[in-house]
């Protein structure tokens, strides 16, 4: 055994795992290999593993220990029993006075190598096993903050110690299968970053709910960063599209939600607590706490220190309040995503009938479960817990994680998806409904429900038991086809449940489904606040609240929403269609009423394109041309194509494209490519005008079924008259997609037909088109019907009984 007690983090590197731990040789590979990036990380040292043996070897504690140890296998004692036990031998223990000696004078050095007599560090625990693939430990052994002077650091350092055995470590090395003396503890002793006087937070360097690769996913919350770890805290959330950080001028965040951000930990003045926690202020609640700089600098370092390492990667992160710099604290493998198949996926589905949710939350995982609810309040009272319920509590510590893992499904009223609930749930497979706020008040104890992850970013708590569906897509086996297969997506939360799906981009993007689910509120009232009511205005109020102004909040809500959808399939293209609302549904949402005059029949009103210019709706378009130049000039995505829908006539058209080109999306400009929707018969009928005016066509067979057969799309009454097969509506698609290529221009389908009928896509194969946009959960059938298709032997007429099949007589 060596006697080389401490190490300084720039002398250790990421094999030293076996001596300092990895948590502390992660910090050290930083701080060696990182800095020269850019990277920040705090000054420290390790106490070494060895320390920790010679600390069992000189207070002979260790076959107690073991004495204990054995006593829980046989069953004579409690898990909880047996920790306390082997804690306490810790506790009483003395640190040898070579190692204590060894600790004071490198933190000595610290204080003169920082410049402060009286220096607070971090003392944070790094087992040798820690983090390594398949485990991440997290949260496992105990952290100390705000530590200063010599007698608090040993008194930190033997408690460290002693937490390799609290109950959470033993059961989860259990579990894992780490022999309980083949595990050691080195410990970190860390320069504090001032972030109680600014803010701190966790980082991924990809999706971890999806496991989309491509973004930075951040949590921030005011104060010291135990309060997102714990999951006490609502933090704010950021989305970073990692591939567009080098694109000059690009700052592609792609999400920032507001937290609550209720409390937060500060340093304790006086006394025996070193941190206490505190409310925070009506304006920290209202402000994000990082800027957009701060964002894309932690976003720039998981892009460096994810490559550094060759694999998704969790980070810690902290920013000093006096010196505005952020740190990296922490950085350790992601265990969980990265370890999943990237050619095979897992579908959940509710088959049965849902009601209104009870409550919602931040959705972990992707999967459905259903059980018996059972509300447990304190880890004193895990006993209670009934294996295969769903647990419902406050909020959860590695104290929880017995339970957890015997629970069907887990349900807490706070945390974000950085939490320990959302952390060790999805390391458990367990699907988990996180910062409900009122989970443990509004459900009951035995009540049956169904905990459904399978729906977006939003997880839903619904009354019963819900039936649904699980299927298992080897997507490596999907078939090549010539045809550019593409993607319907309307709900950005739901985008990257799909990013491994083969599509060539976003054929149909739905700007309508952004504002009625995230925005909710008129754009027109939005601007014209004195036409609403009070009590709308207040709500319009809470809405935007974080915002510069209601104007730049349906701004930036729409844009980064946008952006989400075209991130899954980036640089691929992303057909974003302007609103399509109809003035009845435009009418639903907040100060709506004020704005749209009530029609006979909104189907055929005013929507579309004829609201574009139109001095009701104009500034509101307004708004919609900013966030789509802002997607793309702004945030990066050059792929985003404009589509306008429900276009009458080319006159109009002419009059679309000059109010956008006055809100600053010119056609050619920068690359913009402006589509129409072909689903009106005019739209074919003159298809070689309005080939003139745009850069593609795709046709929405929904509306052009409707308007070809003369059928309400929405009328049970004629529902067995609806059919896009029917020869008319077939014989409108095949002109439409002949006249765009005669034309030489594009054209695809977004519409609801490949979808729903096979036979269906393998006409339109036949017929030419470019491109076919399927909803997400058909992809996978239909793109085999399409290769099918693609490969079967077609007659081929020659051009004059082609011509003559196609004998058009407009």
């Given at each position: 055994?060596?006697d ?7 002398k250790?590197?990421?094999?030293d795992?076996?001596?300092?731990g ?8 930083m701080?060696r290999?990182?800095?020269a990036?850019?990277v ?18 000189a ?9 204990h ?7 004579e004692?409690?898990?909880q ?10 506790l ?9 000696d ?5 933190y ?13 560090v ?12 398949g ?40 579990v ?18 001032r ?25 921030a ?12 805290v609502?933090?704010d ?10 694109t ?21 003045e ?39 390492y060759?694999?998704?990667m ?23 995503q ?14 049965g009938?849902?009601g209104?949710?009870l ?15 059972c ?12 294996d295969g ?10 104290d ?21 609930a959302?952390i ?8 988990a ?8 008040r509004?459900l009951?104890t035995?009540q049956p ?15 019963g ?61 939005l ?13 319009i ?5 974080g ?29 974003v269609?302007?609103s ?23 189907m ?8 574009y210019?139109?001095?009701r ?53 920068n690359?913009?490519q ?18 003139t ?17 003369g ?27 002949h006249?765009?290529?005669?034309a030489g221009?594009?054209i ?6 490949p ?27 239909t ?12 007659d ?15």
């Amino acid at each position: 055994m060596s006697d080389n007690w401490v190490i300084w983090f720039d002398k250790i590197g990421i094999g030293d795992v076996a001596s300092v731990g990895g948590k502390n040789a992660s910090l050290g590979e930083m701080v060696r290999t990182l800095s020269a990036q850019g990277v920040r990380v705090p000054a420290g040292f390790a106490a070494t593993a060895d320390a920790y043996r010679v600390f069992v070897a000189a207070n002979g504690i260790e076959a107690s220990m073991r004495a204990h140890l054995a006593s829980y296998e046989r069953g004579e004692a409690t898990l909880q029993q047996v920790g306390q036990a082997i804690r306490t031998l810790f506790l009483e223990g003395e640190i040898p006075p070579a190692v204590a000696d060894a600790l004071v004078a490198a933190y000595d050095e610290l204080k003169i190598r920082a410049g402060t007599p009286n220096l607070a560090v971090a003392v944070r625990s790094s087992a040798t096993a820690e983090d390594l693939p398949g485990a991440s430990f997290a949260g496992q052994q105990e952290t100390f903050l705000n530590v200063t002077g010599h007698r608090a650091l040993l008194d930190a350092c033997r408690r460290c110690f002693a937490s390799l055995f609290t109950d959470r470590a033993i059961s989860y090395r259990q579990v894992k299968g780490y022999g309980h003396f083949d595990v050691a503890l080195s410990i970190g002793i860390q320069q504090m970053v001032r972030s109680d006087l600014a803010g701190s937070g966790v980082m991924f360097s990809i999706d971890t709910e999806t496991g989309f690769p491509r973004v930075a996913v951040i949590s921030a919350a005011w104060g010291l960063g135990e309060t997102v770890v714990q999951g006490s805290v609502d933090p704010d959330k950021y989305l970073v599209f990692k591939p567009l950080l080098q694109t000059a001028g690009a700052r592609p965040i792609i999400e920032k939600s507001l937290g609550q951000k209720a409390i937060k930990m500060c340093y304790a003045e006086g006394g025996s607590e070193r941190t206490r926690l505190m409310e925070t202020v009506p304006a920290e609640r209202e402000a994000f706490v990082l800027s957009d700089d701060d964002i894309l600098e932690l976003a720039r370092w998981a892009v460096i220190v994810e490559a550094h390492y060759g694999r998704p990667m969790d980070m810690e992160w902290a920013k000093d309040g006096e010196s505005g710099r952020l740190y990296l604290v922490q950085a350790r493998p992601e265990t969980v995503q990265a370890g999943l198949s990237q050619s095979r996926m897992l579908r959940y589905r509710l088959t049965g009938k849902a009601g209104t949710p009870l409550t919602t939350g931040a959705a972990i995982g992707s999967a459905i479960a259903s059980g018996q609810a059972c509300i447990i309040h304190s880890a004193a009272d895990i006993g209670k817990f009934r294996d295969g319920a769903i647990l419902v509590t406050g909020t959860t510590d590695p104290d929880w994680v017995p339970i957890m893992k015997r629970a069907a499904g887990i349900i807490t009223d706070h945390g974000g998806a950085t939490s320990h609930a959302a952390i060790v749930s999805r390391e458990l497979g367990v699907p988990a409904v996180v910062g409900t706020g009122d989970a443990t008040r509004v459900l009951k104890t035995d009540q049956p429900i169904t905990l459904s992850c399978a729906e977006g970013d939003i997880g839903s708590v619904y009354d019963g038991l819900i039936a649904f569906d699980r299927e298992e897509i080897d997507l490596g086996a999907l078939p090549e086809t010539r045809t550019d297969v593409m993607v319907n997506i309307a709900e950005p939360s739901a985008a990257f449940q799909w990013w491994r799906l083969p599509a060539r981009g976003v054929g149909l993007a739905r700007m309508e489904f952004i504002i009625n689910t995230l925005i909710k509120a008129h754009p027109m009232a939005l601007l014209h606040p004195e036409r609403v009511s009070a009590e709308e205005n207040r709500l319009i109020g809470e809405l935007t609240r974080g915002h510069a102004s209601p104007a730049d909040y349906f701004v930036d809500i729409l844009s980064r929403g946008i952006a989400k959808l075209a991130a899954p399939y980036y640089p691929h293209p992303a057909i974003v269609r302007l609103s399509d609302f109809k003035t009845n549904e435009y009418a639903h949402l907040l100060g709506g009423r004020a704005f749209e005059p009530q029609e006979e029949n909104p189907m055929l009103g005013f929507r579309g394109a004829s609201r574009y210019y139109d001095e009701r709706y104009r500034e509101g378009f307004a708004l919609e041309c900013r966030a789509l130049k802002r997607v793309r000039d702004t945030l990066g995505f050059s792929n985003v194509i404009v589509m306008v829908p429900f276009c009458r006539t080319p006159e109009e058209a002419d009059r679309v494209l000059a109010v956008m080109a006055d809100n600053g999306l010119r056609r050619g400009e920068n690359g913009l490519q402006v589509y129409m929707m072909c689903e009106i018969p005019s739209n074919v009928i003159l298809a070689d005008a309005f080939a003139t005016r745009f850069d593609g066509f795709s046709i929405g067979s929904n509306d052009l079924t409707q308007l070809v057969l003369g059928v309400d799309r929405d009328s049970d009454l004629l529902a067995a008259l609806f059919d896009e097969r029917n020869d008319a509506v077939r014989h409108m698609v095949a002109e439409a997609i002949h006249k765009a290529h005669a034309a030489g221009i594009k054209i695809g389908i977004c519409g609801q037909a490949p979808s729903n009928y096979p036979d269906f896509a393998a006409f339109l194969v036949d017929e030419g088109i470019d491109s076919i946009s399927l909803n997400p959960d058909s992809f996978v059938r239909t793109i085999a019907h399409i290769a099918a298709a693609e490969s079967a032997p077609v007659d081929q007429p020659d051009a004059q009984s082609e011509a003559a099949a196609l004998g058009h007589v407009w």
